[in-house]
């Protein structure tokens, strides 16, 4: 990294690009201005009548040819190809590149003769500076068009050089033809026709709504975006609009998300202790310092386009929700191929139709990345599953002994790998020949990779249920049963009539059949399985292995303990809510109320509260965690938590309960679709459906309904995701239809609803093939009448609910600030709106990151971005080798450090919150010329000690030229600063009680004046620096004021210019309406109370004492309610018979759920 700094020092910034080749005699419209040793500056030239300039600019706009004015090339002889070294938009720009360029570059090329070594070390030369410089931005990136339309995009909007370009495309604005540009922030469209030019800038994070449309009526290549102030833009002719709508889904939804977080306030699990908190930034801060080291090693590499990670970001996406993987796995190859493996041969055949051969033989996809070898077959379920594959198969990399290549001929490949089941998978690969061979060869270099991981499967193994099924071959010692609070305590369901020695022994014919925990392959029998109910002990694991857990699990071995022991001693926000609903957590089942099931429940929710601060602990994890821990150790129901709150229900448990809300509009909209009069019923009524349904998804139906009914719904969740959800929701309604139509108003819609679910074990005669349980209805109604509710349309809802909903939780989140202050500072609302803002928006683009971590506070830095927004003087510096902009920056830096020291004020942490920030900005904009004469005073009285010494005068002195040079113009500010001098040493003489000398003042004011006429701007600071060195000068507050006063201009700056120089715009998130205030306020209420006002459970463990798994010993005695559950893996000879009628009923039901 230093050889980068040594050989980039003072290079002129945003000017060099990567060499590109450039035929000039290709480019006509460009003359040379300069020209010196192989290297020519050059201007673009236009055509002096203004006619044929006019169409020059239109076609230079239609195709999109639009490139910054000046350039320089270098040329190795004549006539022949030039590098295009540098460009800029400005004659000053290009001057201070050309002037660098002949300092630092052309006394090198002297010393060569060669013009072809030239070329090549110029090439080189300037490639080294731009990936050093330019680190991050679209200069490095691999596409040459997308350098040039990223310049362009940056020219017509004035955009911040290091705003990375996505993509671009024609389209029309309001009949307008021309280019509409996509970066990670903005939205642009630019047309320029004869002469009239159209220019639209929209920030992403402000737009509120996308709607496709048709133009004309007739031609699907329209779109309309709607901004949060309601204003419409329609957009035509764009014959990629799909593309562009998908791509602004995804930015716009990042955006979304990125603001929401920003604007979420303190990590509610964050540890109260700031000696921790302090060691862990200095722990933060090494890692990123490193991170920065190891990126600098790379900086000669070019970048992929920003389009081109979105796309990658986006199957990888796809790819892990598809298998349940890791989110850290990145997709490196797939190809189609067939899938072959063969039936276990020494299986009990006893259950042959229920459980058939797992004989496979499926044309479909294989997928590799780093850690597993995926498949998913083509052929899909019949009806009304059509939209799910036959087979997926997902194989761990660290799960594989034996690869063996197929001699499947000399046109395909192939390859048989053995797992450590002892089980053969084939992949015939269709693919060329070659491509095959380096999919093989991918495949054994990411094998040898796994080798150190090879040693720690048996021990994990030994953490599942399923390898107690299989003691005399297991791969593992498994003497110890391993489980949740069941295993002591019971299990909410009645063993025996749940048939769970049945229902082990079909899993235990599917495991032989179709491997288990980490190598399962899922077919249809495993829907099947999972839908009849879990066995108690197998539960957990399936859990795991469905939701993909289980691989989290593996590749985060102690995390878990490792969490709870660092932060034993700590405590947050979070651990003392987790305090308070521990108790109020399934209280009716018995593990819960023991010690050890209390403290298996704080130990879990605290650990996710430390892992993920951010979000901490909100109100209803209690009661799902609760729930897993019945069939859970707390390792699995930690990392199940995991992926239930970051994958399966994102935003359901933050702070804003984002998708909770999301997800209750998506599923208004969906009985809109599905039961149109239920729904108009709904309307005129105003029966509101998320009194009710907001506590279903919120507590995923276990605080809805009996729990082991419930537990059910956590089985087909973890399988299907989260649309089983919807499903289920819609079924209830559908069911309950005829008197939800009976209702006039909340109290009745909710009485209906309860009394369905307290009644729902209830059987009743279905009229087909046996009595049906309500519940068992419910399942079948959800899966035949529901079948349309797939993961794609699911998905889709989302993704047009996502930004109105959370513009809605952003103006609620915006009010709730606002309405939190201590202190507003003498602003009124629409005044304070704007500063909250101003504020968010500079954490905003702060925030570099996707996916990073929020901030409710700034640094400096940040704050300095705050000011730009508000104020010109505040804006960047550009860099370059001018003396002048070097003095100018130094005093702007000088200047906002002094402002936001201010700002910061008392706070320990040395950063800006919200408040500071209202009052810091309060001194500014309000009070009269007194006022913020003292304040001025205070700012640069460091020591504070009332008295501004000659350093501090000196201090002020520069800083305030530099404003007034901008605010005013270089005469005016020049004779305020020398007012300033002379008469603070007059002042100071005063104070001493010496009689000021007449003469030599006036000396020492034209000393100045005419020392400093003509004079540079980093010369006059200068001699303001040397101004007061002989001189002993002190002045006080009043001694300040009178200065001030003696000259007009500070007069007028302290007055009202300086506070004039900030310019507050109202925002268009102030005006935002989206879903209005009542709904919102309403439904966070309603989640918020979720713990607290929760209905009894119904479970049966209190209602029915008989039930076979929890008949137990005196309650007075310490181990009450203590039965540990029988062993469901072992099985006695004369207990067969029964078996077999028991596993015929089991299968009698299963028929209904043969979907």
């Known amino acids: 990294m230093t050889e980068y700094h040594a050989s980039t020092a003072g290079v002129p910034q945003n000017v060099f690009t990567l060499p590109t080749p450039i035929d000039i005699t290709l480019t006509p419209f460009w003359s040379t201005v300069l020209q010196k040793d192989n290297f020519l500056l050059q201007k673009s030239s236009s055509p002096g009548n203004p006619i044929f300039k006019s169409l020059f600019s ?42 660098w360029i002949e300092k630092n570059i052309m006394p090198e090329l002297d010393t060569i003769d060669n013009p072809f070594e030239k070329e090549k070390w110029v090439a080189e030369k300037i490639h080294m500076i731009v990936t050093a410089i330019e680190y991050g931005s679209d200069e490095l990136s691999s596409d040459e068009n997308v350098r040039n339309a990223s310049r362009t995009f940056r020219q017509i909007f004035d955009i911040p050089h290091s705003e990375r370009f996505v993509s671009y495309y024609s389209c029309a604005y309001k009949g307008r033809q021309g280019w509409l540009y996509m970066s990670e922030n903005y939205i642009g469209f630019h047309s320029f026709l004869l002469g009239a030019e159209t220019k639209i ?10 709607k496709k449309e048709k133009s004309k009526g007739i031609f699907d290549d329209s779109l309309r975006i709607i901004t949060k102030d309601k204003e419409e833009y329609p957009l035509s002719n764009m014959f990629k609009r799909d593309e562009v709508y998908d791509l602004l889904i995804q930015l716009t939804g990042q955006a979304m998300q990125k603001w929401l977080k920003n604007a979420g306030g303190e990590a509610p699990g964050q540890s109260n202790d700031a000696d921790f908190i302090a060691s862990e930034i200095i722990h933060q801060r090494s890692l990123q310092e490193t991170s920065k080291i190891t990126d600098s090693r790379s900086h000669h590499q070019l970048v992929s386009p920003l389009k081109h990670d979105l796309a990658a970001r986006k199957r990888d996406q796809a790819y892990h929700a598809r298998f349940r993987l890791p989110a850290t796995e990145n997709l490196i190859k797939g190809m189609d191929a067939t899938y072959s493996k063969d039936a276990c041969p020494d299986r009990d055949n006893k259950f042959y139709p229920q459980v058939p051969p797992g004989q496979v033989n499926l044309l479909g996809r294989v997928y590799l990345s780093q850690n597993f070898l995926a498949f998913e077959s083509q052929e899909r379920l019949p009806a009304p599953q059509q939209h799910l594959p036959v087979c997926k198969a997902v194989l761990p990399l660290y799960t594989i002994k034996r690869v063996e290549r197929m001699n499947s001929g000399a046109y395909t490949s192939g390859v048989v790998v053995t797992t450590c089941h002892k089980m053969e998978h084939e992949f015939l690969l269709h693919a060329e020949k070659i491509d095959g061979d380096q999919f093989c060869e991918t495949l054994k270099s990411l094998l040898l990779k796994q080798v150190p991981t090879f040693k720690r499967v048996k021990p994990f193994m030994a953490t599942c249920e399923s390898e107690q099924l299989f003691k005399t071959d297991s791969l593992v010692d498994t003497k110890i049963h391993v489980g949740g609070l069941g295993m002591d305590y019971g299990y909410p369901e009645n063993s025996k009539r749940s048939k769970d020695k049945s229902k082990t022994k079909l899993w235990k ?94 130990r879990v929710l605290t650990a996710y509260a430390w892992k993920n601060p951010e979000l901490g602990y909100c109100q209803a994890m209690n009661i799902v965690v609760s729930a897993l821990l019945i069939y859970t150790t707390e390792e699995q129901a930690f990392w199940i938590l995991h992926i239930l709150v970051d994958r399966m229900c994102p935003g359901y448990y933050s702070t804003n309960m984002y998708g909770a809300l999301l997800d209750q509009i998506t599923f208004e909209q969906l009985v809109e679709k599905t039961m149109p009069l239920l729904w108009s019923h709904f309307k005129k009524t105003n029966v509101e459906l998320s009194v009710a349904c907001l506590p279903w998804f919120l507590s995923l139906y276990i605080n809805s309904m009996p729990l082991e009914f419930a537990v059910r719904v956590l089985d087909i969740l973890f399988m299907e995701g989260p649309r089983i959800l919807f499903q289920i929701g819609l079924a209830i309604l559908k069911i309950n239809g005829e008197e939800l139509l009976q209702t006039r108003d909340d109290g009745a819609f909710l009485d209906i609803l309860k009394n369905f679910f307290h009644y729902i074990g209830q059987l009743e005669e279905n009229g087909r093939h046996t009595k049906l349980t309500k519940f068992n209805e419910v399942m079948l109604t959800a899966y035949r009448e529901f079948s349309l509710v797939t993961e794609e349309l699911v998905i889709e809802l989302r993704s047009q609910n996502q930004l109105k909903v959370g513009a809605g939780i952003e103006s609620f989140t915006k009010r709730t600030v606002i309405r939190h202050l201590d202190d507003m500072a003498t602003f009124n609302k629409e005044e304070i709106g704007i500063l909250y803002d101003k504020f968010f928006a500079a954490l905003y683009y702060a925030n570099h990151e996707v996916g990073g971590k929020p901030e409710s506070k700034m640094d400096r830095e940040t704050f300095g971005s705050m000011l730009a927004s508000m104020t010109s003087w505040a804006k960047k510096v550009p860099v370059n080798d001018s003396p002048d902009e070097h003095a100018a920056r130094d005093v702007r830096n000088s200047f906002l450090d002094r402002l936001y020291n201010v700002f910061v004020a008392d706070a320990p942490d040395h950063l800006v919150d919200f408040q500071h920030a209202v009052l810091g900005m309060s001194e500014i904009l309000h009070g009269d010329l007194m006022s913020h004469m003292d304040w001025f005073f205070d700012l640069y009285d460091e020591d504070r000690d009332g008295i501004l010494r000659s350093n501090d005068i000196v201090n002020m002195s520069k800083e305030l030229y530099w404003l007034l040079s901008i605010l005013k113009d270089t005469d005016i500010a020049w004779d305020a600063v020398t007012s300033l001098v002379v008469h603070s040493c007059e002042q100071s003489d005063i104070a001493k009680g010496d009689q000021p000398d007449e003469a030599t003042l006036t000396h020492r004011l034209a000393d100045l004046t005419m020392t400093a006429d ?99 010993s005196p309650s007075g005695s310490p181990s009450s309610g203590r039965l540990r559950a029988s062993s469901t ?27």
């Open 1014 to 1112: 003509g004079e540079s701007f980093h010369g006059r600071i200068k001699q303001l620096q040397n101004a007061l060195l002989a001189d002993i000068v002190d002045i006080t507050l009043p001694s300040f004021r009178m200065v001030v006063l003696t000259n007009e201009s500070l007069e007028m700056l302290f007055d009202h210019g300086f506070t004039n120089s900030f310019k507050l715009v109202k925002s268009a998130a102030d005006r935002q309406k989206s879903l209005g205030r009542e709904l919102f306020e309403n439904l966070f209420a309603d989640g918020q109370k979720l713990a607290k006002d929760a209905p009894k459970l119904h479970s049966p463990i209190s209602k029915q004492k008989s039930t076979a798994s929890l008949n137990s």
């Open 1129 to 1155: 893996a072992s099985m006695r000879p004369g207990d067969q018979t029964n078996e077999e009628l028991e596993v015929d009923t089991l299968m009698d039901e299963w028929v209904h759920f043969d979907v």
């Open 509 to 602: 014919l599917y495991f032989q059949e179709n491997g288990r925990n980490l190598t399962m392959v899922k077919l249809p029998t495993f829907g099947k399985l999972v839908r009849v109910g879990l066995p108690n002990s197998l539960r957990g694991e399936i859990w795991e292995a469905a939701s993909g857990a289980m691989y989290l699990r593996f590749a985060n071995p102690g995390v878990y303990h490792e969490i709870l022991e660092k932060y034993k001693d700590q405590a947050s926000l979070s651990t003392e809510e987790i305090e308070k609903d521990l108790n109020r957590s399934l209280p009716e089942y018995p593990g819960y109320q023991s010690t050890e099931g209390i403290n298996r429940l704080r």
């Open 201 to 210: 800038l929209i920030e992403l994070k402000d737009i509120q709504e996308l």
């Open 58 to 99: 239109t076609i230079a706009s239609v195709f999109d040819t639009k490139l910054p004015p000046y350039r320089i090339l270098f040329q190795r002889d004549v006539n022949t190809m030039c590098l295009q070294v540098a460009v800029a938009e400005s004659d000053k720009a290009i001057d201070a590149a050309w002037f």
